[in-house]
């Protein structure tokens, strides 16, 4: 879909900065590795994986029963800030940043705006089929295939998650776009967090109605000592354990 309104990226995403939280995005070259290091399967040793040190300290800062809850978290958290990132870009800017892997640097022991920062601002369509090239194709995908590599957890929940921390983007935009009397942000928002969920990969993770959304898979969260279920979780209390 095409914007009628397109404002130039600034180079240091001073606009994109004022929704705050995950759709911050710092710009220099930090000496971190990049996502794309982290995605790496091949010759990855221990201490120098940033995808595993990120899983071990959810893990540990839940006090998660299971690796896979770490795994789960870990990943949907990213999902997350790659999601609000391009998303809030597209809707305030009409424009995106490039976010190849590459430009990425990544704090695997920080939070949301201080774990990303964006090497070189380039300027791209702030479009569906430019964002699901840029996040799902090049970030969740290698992601999805990383994380499975070192851990066992299922490619459905990945996705579930995927596709809920879409939604939940395009929810906090509508939030904000309200609150600032932007309804063209909110309006860009929905339209293409709907067009992204319309990929075979996220199609059927859920139901999406206005910027509600309701997944068929669970995070694990609930399993997580006194964690219960997830707003748009498909159980509507967190299931006994036999």
């Known amino acids: 879909m095409v914007y009628l309104i397109s ?5 240091d995403l ?4 004022s929704l705050e939280g995950f759709f911050a995005l710092r710009t220099g070259r930090p000496p971190l590795p990049t996502l794309a290091e982290a995605y790496a399967t091949h010759g990855v ?24 809850i770490g ?56 479009d569906a089929a430019t964002i699901r090239q840029l996040v799902h194709h ?9 994380l499975r590599a070192r851990h066992p957890v299922s490619a459905g929940l990945l996705w579930g998650n995927a596709a809920s921390a879409l939604a939940g983007a395009a929810r906090e935009l509508d939030r904000w776009a309200r609150a600032n009397d932007r309804t063209e942000v909110s309006d860009r928002a929905r ?32 399993r997580v000592p006194g964690g219960g279920v997830c707003g748009d979780c498909c159980f509507t209390r967190p299931p006994r354990r036999v």
């Open 14 to 17: 001073t606009r994109l900065a």
């Open 138 to 146: 090049g970030h969740l995908e290698p992601l999805a295939a990383a």
């Open 191 to 222: 339209t293409l967090a709907a067009e992204l969920l319309d990929h075979p990969d996220l199609r059927d993770t859920g139901t999406l109605t206005g910027t509600a959304f309701r997944r068929r898979s669970c995070c694990l969260y609930y």
């Open 45 to 68: 040793t221990e201490g120098a994986d940033p995808l595993t040190f990120r899983v071990l300290k959810v893990v540990r800062s839940l006090g998660a029963p299971e690796v896979r």
């Open 71 to 126: 795994v789960s978290v870990a990943q949907q958290g990213l999902a997350a800030r790659l999601w609000s990132v391009a998303l809030g870009a597209a809707a305030l800017y009409g424009q995106v940043p490039d976010l190849d892997p590459r430009l990425l640097r990544w704090d695997a022991d920080g939070s949301a705006p201080d774990d990303l920062w964006l090497s070189e601002v380039r300027a791209l369509p702030g």
């Open 7 to 11: 404002v130039d990226l600034d180079s």
